[in-house]
């Protein structure tokens, strides 16, 4: 979920530019409800 950029505090289902640019890139990008994953991948590297 991101802003839609109307400063009303509504927000829309998709990604930020920066956010869709490294996931194009094939850069994995996590948020705060996916940061157990993030964990995971890293103790396990």
């Keep these: 979920?991101?802003?839609d950029g109307s400063?009303?505090?509504k927000k829309?289902?998709?990604?930020?530019v920066t956010s869709q640019l490294l996931s194009?890139?094939?850069i994995?990008?996590?948020s705060?409800?996916?940061i157990e994953q993030?964990?995971?991948l890293l103790?396990?590297?």
């Design 28 to 30: 994995q990008v996590f």
């Design 43 to 45: 103790d396990n590297a």
């Design 12 to 16: 829309i289902v998709g990604q930020g």
């Design 1 to 3: 979920m991101i802003y």
């Design 24 to 26: 194009d890139h094939n």
């Design 7 to 9: 400063f009303s505090n």
């Design 38 to 40: 993030l964990k995971e």
């Design 32 to 34: 705060e409800n996916t």
